[in-house]
């Protein structure tokens, strides 16, 4: 398969623990962004990279939250201190750059549950 | 207001009915529309791109009014499967650091009953 992929794909955790996703997107996909999703919303962006470059972060991105793509391959997602309002599926996206401003492939998503 | 607004649904609707879904956008800077499908529990798909003044994919069609800031799906002849959320989504594409994300509505739930 070489679509994106994310792991974990279901995660748990207590409140006040720190948890870290990664998302390995479609291989010669430069661009890589990362959107949360709650029930009955559509996706939300939080970040996004061309290549090792984080280019434009949301407001709904607080400083609990970091992205890092070290190599321009593969990204994290970390949250420290999880909150129960940071419950929610992140998902990842790529697309390749020149290809049009708006197809991006979506991989399945992470479910974050925080008691 | 929200940047993207969609008729909130749910649409019910019998086999081979026609079904169309609206949206709005408020920013007019925004360069390039979407259609993206998403069943239960699973990820966004693109489902149309809408680049001019629309554009067809056998039973789909999607149009795009810029003036009234406006684009529309239209589903025809709608099957089982055709049973999703249908969300619109804009890029704003404008230049700079912003052109590379891209704004969801909320989505409109389709369900196709026998």
């Known amino acids: 398969d070489t679509g994106v992929s994310q792991n974990p794909r279901h995660k748990i955790t207590k409140r006040g623990q720190n948890v870290t996703f990664r998302c390995d997107p479609i291989?010669?996909?430069?661009?890589l962004y990362w959107y949360r999703q709650t029930l009955g919303q559509g996706p939300e962006f939080l970040t996004y990279f061309q290549n090792e470059a984080q280019l434009e972060k949301s407001r709904l991105l607080s400083d609990r939250f970091s992205a890092e793509r070290p190599k321009g391959s593969f990204s994290t997602l970390e949250i420290q201190r999880t909150e129960q309002g940071d419950s929610a599926m992140y998902l990842c996206a790529s697309s390749l750059d020149g290809t049009g401003l708006g197809e991006q492939y979506f991989g399945p998503g992470t479910r974050l549950t925080v008691t | 207001r929200k940047e993207v607004e969609q008729d909130p649904g749910p649409f019910n609707v019998p086999e081979g009915a026609t079904v169309a879904f609206n949206c709005t956008y408020s920013?007019?800077?925004?360069?390039?529309f979407f259609w993206y499908r998403q069943d239960c529990r699973k990820e966004p798909k693109l489902l149309m791109s809408?680049?001019?003044s629309g554009n067809e994919d056998g039973r789909f069609t999607a149009q795009l009014n810029r003036a009234s800031q406006y684009i529309s799906l239209l589903i025809r002849d709608s099957k089982l499967s055709d049973s999703a959320t249908y969300l619109c989504v804009v890029n704003r594409g404008s230049g700079g650091g912003s052109q590379g994300n891209l704004i969801f509505g909320k989505g409109t739930k389709l369900s196709v009953k026998p």
């Open positions: 291989s010669e996909h430069n661009r």
């Open positions: 809408v680049y001019s």
């Open positions: 920013n007019s800077a925004s360069q390039s």
